[in-house]
């Protein structure tokens, strides 16, 4: 993993994190004042995307020699999908409704 000064992240970047921090200590007390931000770039050595949120797949994080990993695409940055048999409200991640296995449209 590379370590970005913070001399590298944009401005907005910057703002943003340093205004979090106080936000989650005043919010969430002890736990809010040991939040720490991960910041990576977008792009590996390769050139290409590390990960894309919105497309299938896996991306994971090695922190020491802990990892962490997350299935692709994330459901939170996709709108939301209708069954259209039972009509729940479910997570744009998903392919098929949990409750009645219905295909849901893509």
């Known amino acids: 993993m590379t370590r970005i000064d913070n001399l590298d992240l944009n401005k907005g970047m910057q703002a943003f994190l340093t205004a979090m921090k106080p936000i989650l200590a005043n919010m969430m007390g002890s736990l809010g004042k040991n939040f720490d931000f991960f910041v990576f770039t977008a792009v590996g050595k390769n050139g290409k995307l590390i990960a894309d949120a919105r497309q299938e797949g896996v991306f994971s994080v090695a922190i ?43």
């Open 64 to 106: 020491g020699e802990d990892q962490f990993r997350w299935r692709l695409p994330l459901g939170s940055v996709l709108p939301p999908k209708t069954c259209p048999k039972c009509t729940e409200v479910l997570s744009g991640a998903y392919k098929f409704c949990p409750y009645d296995g219905t295909p849901l449209d893509n």
